[in-house]
């Protein structure tokens, strides 16, 4: 076992420790050995044992409320990971109905589309023109485009004329 010797307070200490902490046992008595000083220098001569035990009490308040920071830091951790599961849990939730309306929806516009049935040739049914379905999946329209619109009819095929840009039908028309 390896022994170490360090100064503390002008005192040589000789103490054995583990193999690899020579240097951390010889920073702690470092730090201890400032600390003591550190207490001289604000204290004065007051005798080696009380200033030994003031600076073990001050490295041991030091220690306490480094501990009570750790206690505080995990808690707050912990309450995050709550908080954070929770979201995630109400995120999966959201997405989930997200998911279930989509099917619906899509599920309507199925019966929907079943419902007006095939459009043989392009034929014209309230003023969109349907082409017949030749891209695979289903899609019409030309390289993902949608569908065109027809125009309306113009005033000499029937539709109703409007006066003045108001949007009201001319006299005697509706």
């Not at 583990?18 to 550190?38: K, N, P, T, V």
């Not at 599961?85 to 589309?113: F, K, M, P, Y």
């Not at 095939?118 to 329209?141: I, K, L, N």
Request: contains cysteine; neutral net charge.
């Amino acid at each position: 076992m390896p022994q170490v010797t360090v100064t503390i307070a002008g005192k040589t200490y000789r103490m054995a420790c583990g193999e690899g902490e020579e240097r951390h046992l010889e920073g702690l008595a470092a730090s201890f050995d400032a600390r003591i000083g550190d207490m001289r220098k604000a204290f004065g001569e007051i005798g080696d044992m009380r200033l030994h035990v003031m600076a073990a009490l001050t490295l041991a308040d030091e220690l306490a409320e480094t501990k009570r920071r750790m206690e505080a830091m995990e808690r707050e951790t912990a309450a995050m990971r709550e908080s954070t599961d929770a979201g995630s849990a109400e995120r999966e939730a959201s997405e989930a109905r997200l998911a279930e309306t989509v099917q619906r929806t899509a599920e309507r516009i199925e019966r929907l589309a079943k419902r007006l049935g095939p459009v043989p040739g392009g034929a014209q049914q309230g003023g969109v023109t349907r082409p017949q379905d030749t891209t695979p999946g289903g899609c019409s329209g030309v390289e993902g485009r949608p569908p065109r619109l027809n125009p309306p009819p113009s005033a000499g095929e029937g539709a109703p004329r409007m006066r003045g840009g108001r949007g009201e039908p001319a006299s005697g028309q509706i």
